[in-house]
Nanobody
Framework: QVQLMESGGGSVQAGGTLRLSCAAS??????????IGWFRQAPGKEREGVAS????????DYADSVKGRFTISQDNAKNTVYLQMNSLKPEDTAMYYC??????????????????????WGQGTQVTVSS
């Protein structure tokens, strides 16, 4: 069964830290350009890309709003991708989702933070940052 399971969300004060985890199982990939991405969606707003990482590699992409504060990484042995979030701000409050691109659309750089490029999605984990 193909599955992505997020964990690690919670409530923190501004300036705090959280680490999100995305455990993947049952995924098969079509190319060497498959990515795992983290996305977020706040109430009344569109889903936006936060960070992505090429599966099995080191290439990463970040949204400008999180550069220098968030870090995406992976543990291939555990099939898990992490999102370390530091210096959190109230505007980071959202439901956070991880997603997998198993079709190789991430070979185009412009796609790597675009929701349409990802075909497998987790259920999400809530992050709330208070001021």
């Amino acid at each position: 069964q193909v599955q992505l399971m997020e964990s690690g969300g919670g409530s923190v004060q501004a300036g705090g830290t959280l680490r999100l985890s995305c455990a993947a199982s049952g995924l098969t990939y079509s190319s060497s350009y498959n990515y795992i991405g983290w996305f977020r969606q706040a109430p009344g707003k569109e889903r936006e890309g936060v960070a992505s990482i090429i599966i099995g590699g080191i290439h990463t992409d970040y949204a400008d709003s999180v550069k220098g504060r968030f870090t995406i990484s992976q543990d291939n042995a555990k099939n898990t991708v992490y999102l370390q979030m530091n210096s959190l701000k109230p505007e980071d409050t959202a439901m956070y989702y991880c997603a997998a691109d198993t079709r190789g659309l991430g070979r185009f750089a412009a796609n790597r933070l675009r929701p349409f490029a990802y075909n497998i999605w987790g259920q999400g984990t809530q992050v709330t940052v208070s001021s």
